[in-house]
């Protein structure tokens, strides 16, 4: 089985663009996190996405936006990017997101904003 | 609110000798207690969790982690260390608001383990 997938692997965008991250979760798993890891550092809630609503959100500002389809897949939106975005942004999936449930994630996209 | 302390940010260890990495965490409801693993350039790999049941945890390659209430630790503990396992690893605590509310996973800032010849 495969297990969660991302795209683009690699990215490079501009200061003030804007970009879109993809997520496929697991076959069967309905939730959906997001994280930011910054070099060095241990990754950073964002949001988490259960049966396509938002279940919970980081410290992020608004320029951070997610949704989640009805085939359980997730995008991540970043609007006017700034240098300090450009970090590896992970997608992990889990059945149903509680805290119990094991959480899978995929090798993540590597952004880079100059 | 929960977090988690990893008390050392880097381990040196010799081939084949114990490996021993540091976390204690803080959780105001029951938590969940995870290891995860990250080679370079890799993602995110789980070691082990912790989820209430047993205190001791056995997790892949060898590793295993003791849940100490008491203490607020969950200790990273592997007899012999292998070249392999040089890596980052990262303590990581979850915790669910009653109200079905999710923090996500927090994150430890990581322990860089290195594994001398």
């Known amino acids: 089985d495969a297990g969660v997938t991302q795209s683009p692997t690699h990215l490079i965008k501009t200061r003030g663009q804007q970009v879109t991250l993809r997520c496929s979760p697991i076959s069967g798993h309905k939730s959906v996190s997001w994280y930011q890891q910054v070099l060095g550092q241990g990754p950073q809630f964002i949001f988490q996405?259960?049966?396509?609503?938002?279940?919970g959100r980081g410290n992020f500002p608004d320029r951070f936006s997610a949704r989640q389809f009805p085939n359980y897949s997730s995008e991540l939106n970043v609007n006017a990017l700034l240098l300090g975005d450009s970090a590896l942004y992970l997608c992990?999936?889990?059945?149903?997101?509680?805290?119990?449930?094991?959480?899978?994630f995929g090798e993540g996209s590597w952004l880079t904003v100059v | 609110a929960q977090s988690v302390t990893q008390l050392d940010s880097h381990v040196s260890v010799s081939e084949g000798t114990p490996v021993l990495l540091r976390c204690n965490y803080s959780s105001s409801y029951s938590p969940s207690l995870f290891w995860y693993v990250q080679h370079p350039n890799k993602g995110l790999q789980l070691l082990l969790k912790?989820?209430?049941?047993?205190?001791l945890v056995k997790g892949i390659n060898g590793f295993e982690a003791e849940f100490k209430k008491s203490e607020t630790s969950f200790h990273l503990t592997k007899p012999s260390a292998h070249m392999s396992d040089a890596a980052e690893y990262f303590c990581?605590?979850?915790?669910?608001?009653?109200?079905?509310?999710?923090?996500?996973?927090?994150f430890g800032k990581g322990t860089h383990l290195i594994i001398q010849p």
């Open positions: 992990a999936s889990s059945l149903t997101g509680y805290s119990g449930n094991t959480i899978y």
């Open positions: 912790y989820t209430s049941a047993a205190t």
């Open positions: 990581v605590v979850s915790e669910m608001y009653s109200g079905g509310g999710a923090d996500g996973l927090t």
């Open positions: 996405y259960y049966e396509k609503e938002e279940r």
